[in-house]
């Protein structure tokens, strides 16, 4: 009888996994082919990407850029053996001769600068926000001004016009200093946007044009008439933003207060927008809200129109901040206020500073939102890229084109939202400072 | 003995409604309220000043004159003789009509696409993902031409149903027909009518209600209760016995013979669409402009809504659907019973918000030529009557008024499924 | 001027100061620029070239206002204006004058308080169909689907036009002209109607216009004209004489080519009174002598704007039909400049 026993003393080698479960086939198998539900969605999915390819791809790739009518491209086309008509090539033509009026609309084209500084200027203005630990902190100040001299570069004029509405707010600032320091916090308050308004109203304009007459510096003006294309979009959406967040933020105060007559007021106003389509609002801004005004105002449609989207937006973004408060901690209220912190001094210092941080995704989805609803500005006339896209249509040489001008601004709309959105996204990844 | 006194009674001073938190909020909302109530008399007034100037005071009286213009698409009879006010009513079916399928078709196809997004297969999933961003990322107004223009160029027009050698061909036995003015689909018909009820008599708001679409949904109402009743016996024979009885052809029985037994009645019995003269003529025209409308605005929608269902189904921890299954319950149970109630109470809410943005965003029908309320009231009678004050106002009340109500059903929803918690 | 002042920063978003009721021809003198509203784009009558300029036949018109008003064609505002927005902007005062072929009616003229100045063109509403389709009159389209503009008065009279003579049809109505003929050309309606202009000029621009033939019904009057506000007359009558002048100069033969010639003195005073050198014609409308040679130099007269936009020689090729001089058995007769 033999007594060995075999004791295995070192690990066997790890064998290569078999074939079929690694490499590409194995990634295959596990990821397209496990089972037949799997390879029949695998399969169909494979039928429907070439079929929307190969229909898709040919009509791209159309030798027509340099056409300048509908009627060349078609030639073109005839000569490079494509079929002519709707399903055979592009006519880019198209494209290359209008898509500097699709950026800009009727902008000066010697001013062109002008709208692409203001929105390079728009990222330096907002980099110490999104960015505060990569820049320095100084441009802050830039950010602050920043709003004055947006308006100032599309729109052109005196430089005294901006610089008198932003010394409205040094005014009421200074007033609210004074005041609340002898007085109480709230007549300052009262005391400083009364100062303000009468600056505005009243001494500004004299101030202005005295101001001008002796040292006359401006821009050459621009009427807003002359906005259009991706410009104007651009422009509805990022005023219609940033006005509308100092308002949206005192909306959601108003809707979250104790005070029952500023609460219903708030949700009134933000259920109503909430409730009616933007169409509706424009309908607004193109028919009635000259009759709303008194008797001989008249504002120009694009500021009718900025006005509507930002109460649009306002309402939306109410909505968004309030999310924002309602996500915080209740800890962080009573710490607050046990600290002796009063009802401003906690939101200011405690509040809003976490609830905006939070915010910002939802604040950046609104404004992709704002941004895509622009398009129905076309509906009222306005010569947004869908607005264009009927008035090139209109051309006699261009009479007949459809797809290339839809694709074009959906490419272009796509584009920036969809940036917009994977920003949004990261800024969501990086603004988590881990409170779950 | 000591009296327990009152703390000495302050005596009221003006400045207190500044400075006594007890009185200043009271102050601040009766400040607001007068400051809102000033806002309000001066738009007012300026109205009433501009509108004295235009020589145009609000007057609804336009909406009892002829329209004098037609709409393709009716639910209710409707000539170019009846009035405006019968013209906004159609328009507001109309909207319901595309919103109500608009809705049903997002949610479905978002409930599709957000499963097949968190899909373990490659490519499905990456094509979702494709789809997702496309939509989402791309203003829906665009979407809804863009839909129109594929609709008018691929689709044959009629003229190519005709000839000897047609060029396009009817599908599934000559009932249905694809066509670039629409979709053609068979009709069911009575050929022993119940009739219908007039209600209202020939006034603008009047409509007719078909008997037999009343004694159908009376029928398939009673067949499902008393499929209810089963199931309930069902329930306690289980939980009494352990053993479930076989219910199901019961419970479809009691459903489904009745209905065939009054279908029978009716004489029910489905009108084809056929080529006749310029168009095709019989069965159910569904328009291209509710088409585009209805698929651009479902798709558009349901990139949004799939997003919502996968955000809710990665919501619910794993360690929900482990517990499940070491209590023993199958995986279709776990989904039922488990996962999917705590995942639509998550899902919902924004599930709800997103129909009420299908339904506003409806009113851009009018970049199709739909003729829904906005093309209706907010459209062509506005223009031809002048009366923008009034049409917008009363376009806006509706849309508020729809909104609403869908608010309205989303709190109740909210209030019944919210976790008791402390 | 000073109201504008409350909107702080966006003051200079333009917030032009107006009195809409009187005045327009002082506002549009100190605003140095005419504001003028067109369609948004509908070819040979109004549409912007690449270069963003306005070009077209109602385009003329607004030019040789700002011509005759302000000394420069050029010094127009062109504001696109939809069939819904149009009468809005115009009632609000946002806009001057507006050209944009619109039809001279009882309603548009009483109740919605506008002044039609005169009537540039002559139009009709007509139906194009295939002449694959075979129909040579529009009696004959029982049933047929037929492709309609909105925010028209084309709708009305189409409405009226089939039920007068108890024929059905599907309206397919449609927001603009371009898809209009989309939908035409992929046969998704067997009738396109719009005014024969719009028609004429629509089929010009198709691949094979031979393919398509215009029925003989024209079932309506459309007078297109320029309007502007009611009660004010002084500006009304600058626009009504500055588009007579055009009408006028083709009848006595002034053209851009030859009105230097001409403007130092005729034998003809009827002439001599339109080009300022006899007579005080400008300043009995409160403008200077040679307003009429400017907005005639600006562009030439009614012929060549016509022949130059939508004349037979352009894409839309119109004949002038109606439209020629009452000497040639048109209907344009200007009233005498006296």
């Given at each position: ?93 198209v494209i290359r001769e209008r898509w500097i009026q699709l950026m800009f609309g009727f902008y000066p084209s010697e001013l062109y600068w002008r709208p ?38 599309l729109?052109g ?63 050459e003006p621009v009427e807003s008439r002359k906005f259009g294309g991706f410009m104007l979009s651009?422009t ?66 694009i ?75 076309s509906?009222?006339g306005l010569l947004d890229p869908l607005g264009l896209s009927n008035a090139i249509r209109a051309d006699a040489n261009w ?6 001008l ?31 | ?422 | ?32 620029k005419l504001n003028c509203g067109v369609t948004t784009g509908l070819v040979?009558?109004a549409a912007p070239d690449a270069n963003g300029e306005w070009k077209g036949?109602d385009v003329s018109?607004c030019r040789?206002?700002a ?6 064609q050029n010094a127009v505002e062109f504001v696109p204006t ?257």
């Open positions: 009888m033999s007594d060995v026993s075999f004791v295995r003393t070192e690990m066997l080698p790890e064998k290569a996994p078999p074939p079929t479960s690694a490499g590409a086939i194995g990634w295959a198998r596990e990821n397209l082919f496990s089972g037949w539900f799997n390879t029949l969605l695998t399969l169909a999915s494979l039928v429907v990407v070439y079929y929307v390819l190969s229909a898709i791809v040919p009509w791209i790739l159309s030798p027509t850029f340099s056409g300048t009518s509908l009627g060349q491209c078609r030639e073109m086309l005839a000569a490079a053996g494509q079929e002519s008509g709707h399903g055979g090539g592009a006519c880019w033509g692409i500084a203001a929105f390079v200027l728009l990222a330096v203005a907002l980099a110490p926000i999104l960015f505060s630990d990569k820049v320095p902190a100084k441009l802050i100040w830039f950010s602050a001004a920043y709003p004055f001299i947006f308006p100032w570069l729109w004029g005196a430089v005294w016009g901006p610089i008198s509405a932003a010394a409205g707010f040094v005014i009421a600032f200074v007033v609210y200093r004074i005041v609340s320091q002898s007085m109480s916090d709230l007549i300052g308050l009262v005391g400083g946007i009364l100062v303000a308004l009468i600056w505005w109203l009243v001494l500004s304009g004299i101030a202005v044009s005295a101001l001008d007459s002796i040292l006359p510096i401006g821009l651009i509805i959406g990022i005023v219609a933003i940033a006005c509308s967040l100092p308002l949206g933020i005192v909306m959601a105060l108003g809707r979250q207060s104790d005070l029952m007559i500023v609460k219903y007021l708030c949700v009134g106003f933000i259920e109503f927008i909430r409730g009616v389509p933007l169409i509706t609002l424009l309908f607004v801004a193109s028919t009635l809200l000259n009759i709303f005004m008194p008797p001989g105002t008249n504002f120009d449609i500021l009718r129109v900025l006005i509507m989207v930002t109460l649009f937006a306002t309402a939306y973004m109410a909505e968004v901040i309030r999310g924002g408060l309602a996500a915080l901690p209740k800890g962080q209220y009573e710490g607050a206020d046990s600290l002796g912190l009063d009802y401003w001094q906690a939101q200011r210092l405690i509040i809003m500073p976490q609830a905006l941080k939070i915010s910002i995704p939802g604040i950046v989805s609104t404004f992709i939102g704002v941004f895509k609803d622009t398009t129905l500005v509906i009222i009479n007949g084109i459809v797809w290339e839809y694709g074009f601004i959906a490419l272009l709309f796509f584009v920036f939202c969809f940036g917009m959105s994977r920003y949004s996204m990261y800024l969501e990844r990086k603004l988590q400072t881990g409170h779950r | 003995m000591t009296t327990l006194s009152d703390p000495p009674k302050e005596q009221f001073r003006l400045s207190m409604l500044l400075y006594d938190t007890r009185y200043r909020s009271g102050t601040i909302q009766v400040i607001a309220l007068i400051g809102f109530m000033l806002l309000a008399a001066w738009l007012i007034n300026n109205t009433a000043q501009n509108l004295a100037e235009l020589g145009k005071p609000i007057d609804f009286g336009f909406f009892s004159e002829p329209a004098s213009y037609d709409i393709n698409q009716r639910l209710l009879d409707y000539d170019s003789r009846d009035t405006h006010l019968r013209a906004a009513l159609i328009g507001l079916l109309n909207t319901l009509v595309v919103a109500v399928l608009g809705c049903a078709t997002a949610t479905v196809i978002g409930v599709v696409v957000g499963v097949l997004r968190l899909s373990h297969n490659w490519i499905v999933g990456r094509l979702m993902t494709v789809y997702v961003e496309m939509f989402r990322n791309v203003p829906v107004l665009l979407w809804i031409v863009f839909i129109m223009a594929i609709l008018i160029e691929t689709l044959p027009a009629p003229s190519a149903f005709r000839g000897e050698d047609p060029a396009a061909s009817m599908l599934l036995s000559d009932s249905v027909a694809f066509t670039n003015r629409g979709v053609y689909i068979p009709e069911p018909l009575f050929s022993r009518s119940l009739g219908d009820i007039h209600l209202l008599g020939e006034a603008s708001l009047r409509f007719d209600v078909s008997v037999n679409l009343i004694a159908i949904l009376a029928v398939l109402i009673g067949g499902i209760w008393v499929s209810n009743i089963i199931k309930r016996r069902a329930d306690r024979i289980q939980e009494s016995t352990g053993v479930r009885p076989t219910t199901w052809y019961l419970r479809l029985g009691v459903i489904l013979v009745p209905l065939a037994i009054l279908l029978a009645a009716l004489g029910v019995h489905f009108g084809y669409p056929a080529l006749k003269g310029f168009n095709f003529q019989g069965g159910t025209h569904l328009r291209n402009s509710l088409i585009a409308l209805w698929l651009a605005l479902s798709l558009y929608t349901a990139a949004f809504i799939a997003e919502i269902v996968r955000a809710g189904i990665m919501a619910i921890s794993k360690g929900q659907t482990e517990a499940a299954s070491a209590l023993g319950l199958r995986q279709n149970r776990i989904m039922s019973l488990v996962i999917l109630p705590q995942a639509l109470r998550v899902i919902v809410p924004p599930l709800i918000s997103q129909y009420l943005n299908l339904t506003k965003n409806s009113s851009l029908a009018i970049a199709v030529g739909y003729m829904d309320i906005t093309g209706t009231l907010g459209g062509i009678t506005m223009n031809q009557t002048g009366r923008e004050l009034e049409c917008v106002l009363l376009l806006m009340l509706v849309y508020l008024v729809i909104s609403l109500s869908i608010s309205a059903v989303m709190n109740w929803y909210n209030e019944s499924v919210k976790l008791k918690e402390r | 001027m000073k109201k504008s002042v409350f909107l702080g920063a966006l003051t200079v978003a333009g917030l032009t100061a107006g009195a809409a009721v009187a005045g327009t021809m002082d506002d549009v003198k100190a605003r140095g040979g009558f036949f018109v040789a206002v011509a005759a008003v302000l000394g420069d939809t069939g819904k927005t149009r009468f809005t902007a115009l009632a609000s005062g946002e806009i001057d004058l507006l050209a944009r072929n619109t039809t001279w009616t009882f309603s548009r003229d009483v109740d919605l308080k506008f002044e039609f100045v005169g009537v540039n063109y002559y139009d009709g509403q007509g139906f194009m169909v295939p002449k694959g389709l075979g129909v040579s009159s529009a009696k004959e389209l029982d049933g047929a689907t037929v492709c309609i503009q909105t925010g028209t008065t084309t709708e009305l009279n189409l409405a009226d036009f089939f039920r007068s003579n108890n024929i059905s049809y599907e309206p397919v109505p449609i927001e603009t002209n371009a898809e209009a003929q989309q939908q035409y050309l992929a046969g998704a309606c067997d009738v396109y109607t719009t005014d024969a202009s719009g028609l004429a000029a629509t089929r010009a621009t198709f691949e094979a216009p031979g393919d398509h033939v215009l029925l003989p019904e024209i079932i309506s009057k459309e007078p297109l004209g320029p309007l502007v506000r009611h009660g004010d007359n002084e500006w009304g009558d600058v626009v009504r004489w500055s588009l007579n002048a055009l009408i006028a100069a083709e009848e006595y033969g002034i053209t851009s080519a030859n009105i230097e010639e001409l403007a130092k003195g005729t034998n003809n005073p009827e002439i001599n009174r339109m080009l300022g050198t006899e007579g005080t014609l400008g300043e009995m409308l409160g403008l200077d002598a040679e307003w009429a040679k400017r907005a005639i130099a600006a562009n030439g007269n009614y012929a060549e704007i016509f022949a130059k936009n939508i004349g037979e020689d352009t894409p839309v090729g119109l004949a002038r039909g109606l439209n020629a001089q009452w000497t040639n058995g048109g209907l344009l007769y200007a009233p005498p400049f006296r």
